[in-house]
């Protein structure tokens, strides 16, 4: 790939910079101090769920290398870092006792970082649900968003005003839907009514921690979450096809955004579904409660999709027709006749296709919906297939996809979107949930036997961006400054 978009463009000095990562990813340490198992640990331990049977229990040993990993954010000169902390470390259980090692090591990341001059943006939840909470529902179960409230209260008494940034939920629509119907996530359910309930109470979990949150530092502490607002078009301008992406806008994007900022769901939700469910885990008053302001929305953003009225490709889990291994159920619950369609263009590790001003859409959309709702990208990054070679990794498709992701930005920013931030995924390379360690994401490789880092040409352009705020040629790569 080489870079489509301009290089030179300049970024404010308030524009914030970082990198993002998650405990199950990069911790390790799975069965230290305390820390009992989450979903991830049981689902990476059953047999096929995760490539080559990787599982998150040493990862890339975060756990016992935070120095040197702030050391790294610091050369790099990143002003914040987006990084989430372990349910099941801090409350192993899920509830009742909380765990003074494990709290204990995330007021040491934090004032790791505060000491570097780097910002703390916390994600309450990146989907390691402690395991005896699976085991009541898990997030089919509304007491868990009563769970999760009392835990993020806890973690808001423990931190304080030391956090720049707390973020309830990472990616709500991969916990509901990737995890309880598709299954193709921990906790691996096929179970498309589950799976509305897990949306609801993931919703109302949302709420009920961000009030227990400023409840607890006070009513303006910044509030966010962080969605995967997919980019879905329609294959045509036909009907069907309008239709087609409309589905999937609505059970893939509205069952979030529309409850967390205006506190309704999507109409249309409840007849894609009425096979389904009547929506009566729905109780009066919890749309109030998902409802609260928000400093920042955080934005996933990775590739776009394109459909079609046409045959659903979902399966027995065998390849489909593309050679893609087809999920047992489609994570896309109520969407109808619904075939996604291959894309174009350049293609990533992940076999996501590459197309940056699919990013400057979403911005726009958004910013055009939510005038007075601030964005940030939370996530943003690809996947490549590194090695290190005499010290370096040149991993130029990775450059190119950054230079052209952050011109993006930039582009929709010029058309009026509030943007306020980028947090490029990852800082490391990590586990990559049912991939395991086989894509890699970092713009810091990672030996996985040794744990030895390496800053590759992804990190060194990065830094040079971050230091300069200024867009170089992918081309160009500079060293670090001593
Ligand atoms: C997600 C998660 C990350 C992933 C990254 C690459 O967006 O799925 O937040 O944990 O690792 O996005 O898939």
């Known amino acids: 790939m080489t870079t489509t978009l301009p290089s030179g463009r300049q970024f404010a000095p308030d524009f914030l910079w970082g990198s993002a990562t998650a405990s199950y990813q990069i911790e390790g340490a799975a069965h230290e101090d ?3 198992p989450s979903i991830w640990d049981t689902f990476s331990r059953t047999p096929g769920k995760v490539l080559n049977g990787d599982t998150g229990d040493v990862a890339v040993d975060h756990y016992h290398r935070v120095p040197q990993d702030v050391a790294i954010m610091k050369k790099l000169g990143l002003q914040a870092y987006r990084f989430s902390i372990a349910w099941p470390r801090v409350q192993p259980t899920g509830s009742g006792e909380f765990n003074k090692l494990g709290l204990d090591f995330y007021v040491d990341l934090v004032d790791q970082l505060l000491a570097a001059g780097i910002k703390p943006v916390v994600t309450l939840y990146h989907w390691d649900l402690p395991q005896p909470l699976e085991d009541e529902g898990g997030w089919a179960n509304r007491e868990t968003a009563y769970l999760f409230a009392d835990y993020a209260r806890k973690v808001a008494e423990t931190l304080g005003d030391k956090v720049f940034l707390w973020t309830t939920l990472n990616e709500p629509w991969c916990s509901a839907f990737l995890g309880y119907a598709s299954g193709v996530h921990a906790p691996g359910v096929m179970d498309d009514e589950a ?7 993931l919703n109302l979990a949302h709420g009920l921690a961000a009030r227990a ?5 006070g009513q303006d502490t910044p509030i966010s979450i962080t969605l995967n607002t997919h980019v879905t078009r329609a294959a045509s301008d036909a009907p069907e096809d309008v239709e087609a992406k409309r589905q999937i806008d609505t059970i893939a994007n509205e069952v ?7 506190g309704v769901y999507p ?9 389904i469910t009547d929506w009566s885990f729905v109780q009066d008053g919890d749309l109030e409660l998902i409802q609260v302001p928000l400093e920042v929305l955080g934005i996933n953003y990775y590739s776009t999709g394109r459909v079609k009225r046409g045959v659903a490709a979902v399966g027995n889990g065998e390849p489909g027709p593309d050679g893609h291994k087809s999920a047992p159920h489609t994570p896309f619950v109520g969407a109808t006749n619904v075939e996604f369609l291959p894309q174009p263009g350049p293609h990533t590790a992940m076999d996501w296709n590459i197309e ?3 990013l400057t859409e979403l911005l726009l959309d958004l910013s055009k919906r939510y005038p007075s ?10 996947a490549w297939y590194d090695t290190v070679v005499d010290g370096r990794v040149h991993d130029q498709e990775r450059v190119d996809y950054l ?3 952050v011109e993006a930005v930039g582009q929709a920013m010029d058309a009026g979107a509030d943007v306020r931030g980028y947090f490029v995924w990852s800082l490391l390379d990590n586990f990559e949930w049912a991939y395991g360690y086989d894509r890699r994401f970092g713009v810091v490789h990672v030996d996985y036997d040794t744990q030895v880092r390496t800053i590759k040409d992804s990190g060194l352009w990065y830094a040079n961006l971050v230091a300069t705020r200024t867009i170089a040629p992918s081309t160009e790569i500079t060293p670090l400054a001593d």
Request: overall charge negative.
């Open 356 to 358: 940056p001003l699919g």
């Open 256 to 262: 979030f955004l529309r409850p967390v900022v205006e």
């Open 34 to 36: 305390g820390r009992l």
């Open 403 to 405: 230079h052209d992701h």
């Open 195 to 201: 799976a509305l309930k897990a949306v609801h109470h």
């Open 213 to 217: 949150i400023k409840d607890v530092l």
């Open 267 to 275: 109409p249309e939700v409840f007849a894609d579904t009425a096979h």
């Open 373 to 382: 709702l601030p964005l940030a990208i939370t996530e943003n990054g690809s």
